[in-house]
């Protein structure tokens, strides 16, 4: 089964402060891929992010990086010196079969000036 | 990204009456998608459709749910008859090709809400 999990539903941070977004997933899937999407206020779904499952390699675009950890099913995303127009819900989604994804919940995130 | 635009941005509906929601991805693309994402919720995964077939579906596309690509260009979702339970954001999804855009990457529209009454 596929299922990623979310379990940070909202966080607040001050402007310029770092924060992170916890991602676990589950697939029995050996070819997968990983991504985070935000989705502003304004509603549509903004890809921002993909890793597949043969590169642990952990990258820095920017003010987002990510951490990506097969041995603990994690892909956790990181904002640094976060702005107000950073806020926005952010979704977690695995891509199994190369057809479907399957979404997280969803963190919110509230960047106060 | 390859550009996806939706049709309508918002439509409001009577309880049994039926729905098309348009979606025209410009580019070539292969594979399509529908996603639903209730007020509140996560993203769900509906249908996704490639050649002219739909290749897979959720257990929420019942019958009442179909998808087609009539002209090949407009992929659309109809609901035969909706139901309050419909209300909900409607998204239409691309995959990456090749070149600039990430294949195995959905690229999606800026949704369709759908609020019946």
């Known amino acids: 089964a596929q299922k990623v999990t979310q379990a940070q539903t909202e966080i607040s941070v001050v402007e310029k402060e770092d924060v992170t977004l916890d991602c676990v997933y589950e697939t029995r899937d050996t070819t997968y891929y990983l991504f985070w999407y935000k989705q502003p206020p304004s509603g549509e779904l903004v890809f921002l992010i993909r890793r597949n499952s043969f590169d642990e390699q952990n990258e820095i675009s920017g003010r987002y990086s990510w951490n990506f950890q097969k041995s603990t099913s994690s892909f956790n995303f990181t904002i640094t010196a976060s702005q107000v127009v950073d806020s926005a819900v952010y979704f977690c989604?695995?891509?199994?079969?190369?057809?479907?994804?399957?979404f997280g919940s969803g963190t919110k995130l509230n960047v106060k000036p | 990204e390859p550009e996806v635009t939706q049709t309508p941005s918002h439509q409001v509906t009577q309880m049994g009456q039926e729905v098309i929601l348009r979606c025209v991805p410009i580019s070539n693309h292969l594979y399509f998608y529908w996603y639903r994402q209730i007020l509140g919720q996560k993203v769900e995964f509906l249908v996704s459709f490639y050649n002219n077939e739909i290749s897979e579906k959720s257990e929420i596309f019942d019958d009442q749910f179909s998808v087609e690509r009539p002209d090949g260009s407009n992929f659309t979702l109809k609901i035969r008859s909706t139901k309050l339970e419909d209300s909900a954001m409607y998204f239409c999804?691309?995959?990456?090709?090749?070149?600039?855009?990430?294949?195995?990457?959905?690229?999606f529209g800026p949704g369709t809400r759908l609020l019946v009454l």
């Open positions: 999804a691309v995959q990456g090709t090749s070149g600039r855009d990430l294949r195995e990457t959905q690229y």
């Open positions: 989604a695995l891509l199994a079969n190369f057809n479907k994804f399957y």
